[in-house]
């Protein structure tokens, strides 16, 4: 398989996740139940954790051993600048939380289904960076950067955005969307993965002299997602060990892919 190939397939891998849990509105009458969303909230929020520090923080500390800075200086500096651009875009654009009623962001006068769409969205940008800088470092030849790590992690964020996609359509049904609409919704949603990443890999020139940074900002990005709203909604109400069991659950599960696979 060529190297053009491996690289369409690994970005467009998180959509194909993100399609396949939009698919569940049509086999489920309303919303997911309570416990099975906490559990899928858990269990994104594992994977993001894993695929934090096994593909992007490990990978990123290990390319600074070489450089006249400290180790842990390039991978510090681009974990806060993750968490501080996830920020400004958290305080910027309009979007509302699960199982909230409250937008956040600048006032809009977006409905609903809009906003629940923008904030998946907002979640979904920091993972396709993360796909397509490890692409983009593959690309460039890399040591640390193999077919194998790209692919396992390609396939983590796949495994995470399944239940991203059920609990994004689900709960549309609910405000009279169709199910067709509610799955397209869906998909719109995840459809910022692929671009993110084609925009990171087009950018490999850039990307690769400050590789460290950039894994480490988006491992960033992805826990300020994790931290910011994926647990504190998985814990809510009732039953909140069912959101932990689904956090140890996408730990292990992408732990063991990317040792396994990397």
């Given amino acids: ?43 994104a929020s594992g994977v993001m954790i894993a695929a934090s520090v096994w593909s992007l923080i490990i990978p990123a500390l290990e390319m600074s051993e070489d450089s006249s800075l400290p180790t842990w ?3 510090t500096v681009g974990f806060l600048l993750g968490m501080g651009f996830l920020l400004v875009l958290d305080s910027v654009i309009p ?6 009623d409250k937008p956040e962001g600048k006032k809009s006068k977006l409905g609903k289904s809009a906003m629940l769409i923008l904030a998946v969205s907002l979640h979904n940008l920091p993972e396709g960076m993360a796909v397509g800088v490890v692409f983009a470092g593959m690309q460039a030849g890399n040591s640390t950067m193999s077919v194998a790590s790209a692919f396992a992690l390609a396939i983590g964020i796949a495994l995470q955005n399944f239940p991203e996609g059920a609990i994004i359509s689900a709960p549309l ?12 919704y869906g998909v719109l949603s ?7 990443a084609i925009l990171t890999i087009l950018l490999t020139s850039f990307v690769v002299p400050i590789l460290p940074y950039i894994l480490a ?5 992805m826990i300020y997602v994790v931290v910011e709203e994926l647990i504190p909604e998985s814990q809510s109400g009732e039953h909140s060990n069912i959101g932990t069991i689904g956090v140890a659950a996408g730990f292990a599960v992408m732990m063991i892919m990317d040792v396994a696979l990397g």
């Fill in 1 to 43: 398989m060529s190297q053009t190939m491996e690289i369409i397939i690994g970005i467009i891998t998180p959509l194909i996740g993100t399609s396949l849990g939009a698919s569940t509105v049509f086999f489920v009458k309303g919303g997911l139940k309570p416990k099975l969303q906490k559990a899928l909230l858990g269990f």
């Fill in 73 to 75: 200086f390039p991978p």
């Fill in 95 to 100: 979007h509302l939380h699960l199982n909230s």
């Fill in 173 to 184: 049904l609910n405000t009279g969307v169709s199910k067709h609409r509610a799955f397209s």
């Fill in 190 to 196: 995840g459809a910022v993965e692929p671009l993110g």
């Fill in 217 to 221: 900002f988006a491992a960033g990005a």
